[in-house]
């Protein structure tokens, strides 16, 4: 079974229709017996990070998901605040990944909106998929660059796409929204 974290960030049902594509089923849950208990774990968002940070504290999810030991996916918002801290609302993350995540410099368009090439993949994540492929984001926010970086984009700056640390995966973008590579890049998370 496949757990999506259900609190007050958008875009689950989205992952949770994406997973219904795929013939996999899933429940989109805050237990803590069927988190802990699930073979796979994805944590989306789309949202605000200091008020959804609360959300998390007030349920007790964020001191849930680092203690995770199965394959953990963050999408969008999900990976910013498994990041150590956030400019957005000063948040503190829940430090998995020791990283920065910081507003894009305002010299061009914020939001990253629309589809944008992901380059230099290190993670068994982008098996079967070429070089150089167009994904979906929507991010004000980025993640630095850093030895969890498991691709790359380039908006204003390079930034990390994707990071991996042991069972902890994340991914800037949405595969959701991402079409047959997105779907590809589920797939491959749901063979860990």
């Known amino acids: 079974m496949i757990a999506i974290i259900k609190?007050?960030?958008?875009n689950v049902n989205s992952v949770e229709n994406a997973l219904d594509r795929l013939?996999?089923?899933?429940i989109i849950t805050d237990d803590f017996g069927l988190i802990r208990n699930a073979d796979k774990v994805i944590f989306p968002g789309v949202g605000e990070a200091s008020s959804t940070m609360k959300i998390l504290k007030e349920k007790g999810l964020n001191q849930l998901i680092p203690t995770l030991k199965q394959p953990v996916l963050g999408i969008c918002l999900g990976m910013q605040l498994?990041?150590?801290n956030n400019e957005e609302?000063?948040?503190?993350g829940m430090g998995i990944f020791d990283i920065k995540v910081k507003k894009f410099p305002a010299r061009d368009i914020v939001p990253h909106m629309g589809w944008n090439m992901i380059s230099n993949f290190k993670s068994n994540l982008f098996s079967g998929i070429e070089k150089n492929r167009d994904v979906y984001f929507v991010h004000s926010f980025y993640c630095e660059l850093s030895a969890n970086t498991t691709s790359t984009c380039d908006y204003i700056?390079?930034?990390s796409a994707s990071l991996q640390k042991d069972n902890f995966y994340a991914m800037q973008f949405h595969p959701e929204k991402s079409?047959?590579?997105?779907s590809l890049l589920l797939e491959n998370f749901l063979k860990l």
């Open 179 to 182: 079409g047959k590579i997105g």
């Open 82 to 84: 498994m990041c150590k």
């Open 89 to 92: 609302g000063n948040t503190v």
């Open 23 to 26: 013939g996999v089923e899933s």
């Open 7 to 10: 609190y007050n960030g958008g």
């Open 157 to 159: 700056l390079p930034f």
